[in-house]
T-cell receptor, first 113, second 114 residues
Framework: GQNIDQPTEMTATEGAIVQINCTYQTSGFNGLFWYQQHAGEAPTFLSYNVLDGLEEKGRFSSFLSRSKGYSYLLLKELQMKDSASYLC??????????????FGTGTLLAVQP | DGGITQSPKYLFRKEGQNVTLSCEQNLNHDAMYWYRQDPGQGLRLIYYSQIVNDFQKGDIAEGYSVSREKKESFPLTVTSAQKNPTAFYLCASSMTPSGANVLTFGAGSRLTVL
């Protein structure tokens, strides 16, 4: 089956570090994406992991453990503008050449002063 | 600047009416997608197209139709057969259908049925 779980909401303080977890059950798993979406706007790409380990990109890092079906997005030095919804999405390679993603419900992060 | 343009941004429809949402991209991407976003749910795939004049149903295609007559354009029609059309609709594209291609999204169209 195909399933993704992530927390619905999180709150953190400006300047702090926050970790947003995502667990997935995806047949034919072929990669894990994180997108950021501000309210009423388009999701924008943050990171992609296909191999186990940590990918670092500035203040944002993403980790993947394929054996555990687990990923997290780590945001450092939080800024107020980081308040947004963070979407976890897994990619399945089953059945044809399509970039078909299964999205989680998103984690709404509120950064407080 | 390259990107995806969706229009209109807000749309109101009476029950029983068909409406068409526009999606245009100037990224020269082969693949295009339509997603629906509802509160408390993840993005759900409605239709996708890997190449001009070809498209496939996604997970929730009932009550929707699409066309792909040009590489740049992938309009979505929400028909009267769609029982719960009020939602935020997102169009996306990727360079090719396969591989680790990142989706580029449009700003979305919010449809409300009165």
């Amino acid at each position: 089956g195909q399933n993704i779980d992530q927390p619905t909401e999180m709150t953190a303080t400006e300047g702090a570090i926050v970790q947003i977890n995502c667990t997935y059950q995806t047949s034919g798993f072929n990669g894990l994406f994180w997108y950021q979406q501000h309210a009423g706007e388009a999701p924008t790409f943050l990171s992609y992991n296909v191999l186990d380990g940590l990918e670092e990109k500035g203040r944002f890092s993403s980790f993947l453990s394929r054996s555990k079906g687990y990923s997290y997005l780590l945001l450092k030095e939080l800024q107020m503008k980081d308040s947004a919804s963070y979407l976890c999405a897994s990619r399945s390679s089953g059945g044809g050449a399509t970039n078909k993603l299964i999205f989680g419900t998103g984690t709404l992060l509120a950064v407080q002063p | 600047d390259g990107g995806i343009t969706q229009s209109p941004k807000y749309l109101f429809r009476k029950e029983g009416q068909n409406v068409t949402l526009s999606c245009e991209q100037n990224l020269n991407h082969d693949a295009m997608y339509w997603y629906r976003q509802d509160p408390g749910q993840g993005l759900r795939l409605i239709y996708y197209s890997q190449i001009v004049n070809d498209f496939q149903k996604g997970d929730i295609a009932e009550g929707y139709s699409v066309s792909r007559e040009k590489k740049e354009s992938f309009p979505l029609t929400v028909t009267s057969a769609q029982k719960n059309p009020t939602a935020f609709y997102l169009c996306a594209s990727s360079m090719t259908p396969s591989g680790a291609n990142v989706l580029t999204f449009g700003a979305g169209s919010r449809l409300t049925v009165l």
